[in-house]
């Protein structure tokens, strides 16, 4: 049985609500294809229902040919044996990709929950979330994840940015912006009125912490592939936007998966990105 852990109370809470969904009871699903790529995970189910997760290669301190330890993926060659259920619960797991394969699986399943006709989350729009986000030189925006397409647009329009990434190399040197660390997050986000988070959060299982940080913050946006869950547990810790995909083509999500596509070759191909509100926000 897992130890509490109350970085993963979201994942905790996803679960727990699939897992009480009448529909979800009702059908018989098995995963019918699982894909982890370069740079996304993807699970297919029977239903036809699919999801992504971003493939967290960087959390993996051996990612080499042959990892000796929990680098690796348990399982590998028999994941499609592994009950729905097992898979989902993966998400919990400190082990990268094993987390990638059990957000992905809630993704899948959470494309399940948004088709029933009594769902209350429904996309409000389609395109990109951060398109939304209204920036005044009154704003101080907190980027945790770097968004390289927005970032000069955002710098040029916020009273301040703060860029929170593990990996500097994701920004360009022309864009002049300067990375913080993770250690100054409890020190960066509660002075920031917009918050700007990536989907891998829910893989690394920071979310949760962070957001316990943003209690002051007026606009919160959860944005990228892997933040295509089911929003409620989200919406209910402050996140104001959602913004993540629905995939119009599961058997070229894997294709492109399997030769290492990215986000623009989903978009291109087999994707379409959502935009989820909070209402009540």
Same mark, same amino acid.
């Given at each position: 049985?897992?130890?509490?852990?109350?970085?993963?109370?979201?994942?905790?809470?996803?679960?727990?609500?699939?897992?009480?969904?009448?529909?979800?009871?009702?059908?018989?699903?098995?995963?019918?294809?699982?894909?982890?790529? !370069?740079?996304?995970?993807?699970? !297919?189910?029977?239903?036809?229902?699919?999801?992504?997760?971003?493939?967290?290669?960087?959390?993996?301190?051996?990612?080499?040919?042959?990892?000796?330890?929990?680098?690796?993926?348990?399982?590998?060659?028999?994941?499609?044996?592994?009950?729905?259920?097992? &898979?989902?619960?993966?998400? &919990?797991?400190?082990?990268? &990709?094993?987390?990638?394969?059990?957000?992905?699986?809630?993704?899948?399943?959470?494309?399940?929950?948004?088709?029933?006709? $009594?769902?209350?989350?429904?996309?409000?729009?389609?395109?990109?979330?951060?398109?939304?986000?209204?920036?005044?030189?009154?704003?101080? !925006?907190?980027?945790?994840?770097?968004?390289?397409?927005?970032?000069?647009?955002?710098? /040029?329009?916020?009273?301040?940015?703060?860029?929170? /990434?593990?990996?500097?190399?994701?920004?360009?040197?022309?864009?002049?912006?300067?990375? /913080?660390?993770?250690?100054?997050?409890?020190?960066?986000?509660?002075?920031?009125?917009? &918050?700007?988070?990536?989907?891998? $959060?829910?893989?690394?299982?920071?979310?949760?912490?962070?957001?316990?940080?943003?209690?002051? $913050?007026?606009?919160?946006?959860?944005?990228?592939?892997?933040?295509?869950?089911?929003? /409620?547990?989200?919406?209910?810790?402050?996140?104001?936007?959602?913004?993540?995909?629905?995939?119009?083509?599961?058997?070229?999500?894997?294709?492109?998966?399997?030769?290492?596509?990215?986000?623009?070759?989903?978009?291109?191909?087999?994707?379409?990105? $959502?935009?989820?509100?909070?209402?009540?926000?």
């Amino acid at each position: 049985m897992q130890g509490f852990d109350d970085r993963k109370s979201i994942t905790r809470e996803l679960i727990e609500i699939i897992n009480n969904s009448d529909i979800i009871n009702r059908l018989k699903i098995t995963p019918e294809h699982i894909r982890i790529g !370069v740079f996304y995970t993807g699970v !297919v189910l029977n239903t036809g229902h699919s999801g992504l997760s971003y493939t967290p290669v960087q959390e993996i301190p051996e990612a080499v040919c042959c990892p000796k330890s929990h680098a690796k993926m348990p399982a590998a060659g028999s994941l499609l044996d592994f009950q729905i259920t097992d &898979l989902m619960n993966y998400a &919990l797991e400190d082990n990268a &990709l094993k987390a990638a394969v059990g957000i992905a699986t809630i993704n899948a399943l959470s494309a399940i929950l948004f088709e029933e006709k $009594t769902c209350k989350y429904k996309p409000s729009s389609f395109g990109n979330a951060l398109d939304l986000v209204k920036v005044t030189d009154k704003d101080t !925006v907190a980027m945790v994840g770097a968004f390289p397409p927005f970032i000069k647009q955002i710098k /040029e329009e916020a009273k301040r940015l703060f860029v929170i /990434e593990k990996n500097p190399r994701i920004v360009g040197k022309g864009d002049n912006i300067e990375i /913080e660390s993770e250690a100054r997050l409890e020190e960066i986000i509660p002075q920031s009125n917009i &918050l700007i988070i990536t989907g891998v $959060t829910l893989i690394n299982h920071t979310l949760g912490p962070i957001l316990k940080l943003a209690g002051k $913050t007026s606009n919160i946006i959860l944005v990228g592939p892997t933040a295509s869950v089911y929003p /409620e547990p989200l919406f209910k810790r402050g996140v104001t936007i959602l913004g993540g995909v629905r995939i119009t083509d599961a058997s070229k999500m894997i294709h492109l998966i399997g030769e290492a596509g990215s986000g623009y070759d989903f978009f291109e191909n087999c994707a379409e990105k $959502t935009i989820i509100s909070n209402t009540a926000a």
